[in-house]
């Protein structure tokens, strides 16, 4: 499962004119809800439209960015004004904003392109607006693209967090042997990157937190606590470990058919809200049962969603990918999905239109706002009679179907280029 960061956040107008140029704001009469992260090369057609008014860019320390799109001739050139926001004390879904730079474009082909360095001293969420003499800008923005250049190493270490009781997996493997097959299999599947080593922690041995997550219960993400991701174990306070890739192993996921979940590109390694790869050793059925689960789908499933982690998406998007509404308040919801972001984007990434058309993984309940649907794992008498076998990325790692253990899936080159590029933006 990936969840499309369910970061909302609405425009409060507090602004700073430290330089006397006139500021276009983001529009006071929209909720910003778009978002785009560095090297996605998904169409992102719905952040497109909304630029000029205001969407959120992620964005990382010392890393350089290119933001592009084609020019309109009918229109005056444009300059791309960024804000950076910060958290407005008492108010859970509201940010203020102060100007950060106004950009610019080089005009490169037929392309605006306007370039920056982040000088943050962490992860940071900025807006944008594109505006002529004091106005939003009128043109088309069409195909967009945002690009960054890290300045970190392509290296990082995978923390194994296991919580509550766990049992040996279905082919008789402990904590311990599961753990040495993940960091083999990471190191084969990652190959364009380098995975330091994997460590093993224990949720009831935390030095602070261990009396919360008691060894002899078993730990169901979203039913133990209402903190699906169990954040507060990331950023595991020991030298080595707080900037490792934090892997929560758990019992089970509280949803059927769910083998694990993660944001798409939370982009921080470390300590923070929602930036674990959630596992579970069991997988829930539709008659409630859990069914034990063996170390390759487990390990694979951690793969899976750890590309995730990395900005990959889904090589055959589900309806539920693009669907995806966040929770306003006052109990209202707005649309976060991309009706444009049906295929990755990659070129070496084949697409199959059967999972999108098919009447799999639909649209959630209102209980899961901001998730899409992912790894399933169907029974053998279903996928016997499924067309899923004729997907051409069926053997493509972020393809969001669980199938066959013994097909030999993999990451293409450009989904490793992606990953790579990712890893070096983010501070560790």
């Not at 910003?32 to 992260?37: A, E, M, S």
């Not at 960024?82 to 490169?108: A, D, H, M």
């Amino acid at each position: 499962m990936l969840f499309w960061g369910a970061c909302l956040l609405t425009a409060c107008s507090e602004l700073v004119d430290a330089d006397s140029e006139r500021i276009l704001p983001p529009d006071p009469e929209r909720v910003v809800v778009h978002k785009i992260f560095p090297n996605d090369m998904a169409k992102n057609d719905s952040v497109a439209v909304n630029l000029a008014r205001g969407i959120m860019l992620v964005v990382h320390p010392k890393a350089s960015y290119q933001l592009s799109f084609e020019v309109d001739s009918t229109q005056p050139v444009p300059e791309l004004q960024l804000f950076r926001t910060f958290p407005i004390e008492g108010e859970t879904n509201r940010v203020g904003y102060t100007k950060v730079r106004t950009l610019s474009p080089q005009v490169v082909g037929n392309r605006y392109v306007y370039s920056f360095v982040c000088q943050e001293n962490k992860m940071s969420i900025w807006f944008t607006t594109l505006g002529v003499d004091g106005n939003y800008y009128e043109g088309k923005v069409k195909d967009i693209h945002f690009t960054g250049t890290g300045i970190y190493n392509d290296h990082f270490s995978i923390n194994l967090i296991a919580v509550g009781s766990l049992r040996k997996t279905e082919d008789g493997m402990g904590i311990d042997q599961l753990s040495r097959k993940m960091l083999d299999v990471f190191r084969e599947k990652f190959y364009g990157v380098t995975i330091d080593t994997i460590y093993v922690r224990y949720a009831h041995e935390h030095p602070t937190l261990g009396s919360k997550y008691p060894q002899d219960k078993p730990w169901v993400a979203g039913a133990s606590s209402k903190d699906y991701f169990v954040s507060e174990l990331a950023g595991w306070p020991e030298d080595g470990l707080r900037n490792a890739l934090s892997i929560i192993l758990v019992h089970g996921i509280n949803e059927d058919d769910i083998m694990g979940f993660s944001h798409l590109f939370p982009g921080i390694l470390g300590a923070g809200k929602e930036v674990s790869v959630v596992i579970g050793e069991n997988v829930r059925r539709s008659s409630g049962e859990m069914e034990q689960l063996s170390s390759k789908s487990i390990v694979m499933t951690a793969v899976h969603e750890t590309g995730h982690f990395f900005g990959l998406r889904h090589t055959s998007t589900t309806r539920r990918d693009l669907s995806q509404v966040a929770m306003l308040d006052e109990g209202e919801s707005a649309p976060v999905g991309d009706l444009s972001n049906v295929e990755d984007g990659l070129t070496d990434t084949p697409f199959c239109r059967y999972v999108l058309e098919s009447g799999l993984y639909r649209q959630a309940g209102e209980q899961e706002f901001a998730r899409s649907d992912i790894f399933f794992l169907n029974s053998p008498k279903y996928l016997a009679k499924s067309k899923l076998y004729e997907c051409p990325d069926l053997e493509n790692i972020m393809f969001p179907v669980t199938v066959n253990e013994d097909i030999n899936v993999s990451f293409s080159k450009q989904q490793m280029e992606l990953v790579r590029s990712s890893l070096m933006i983010i501070p560790h």
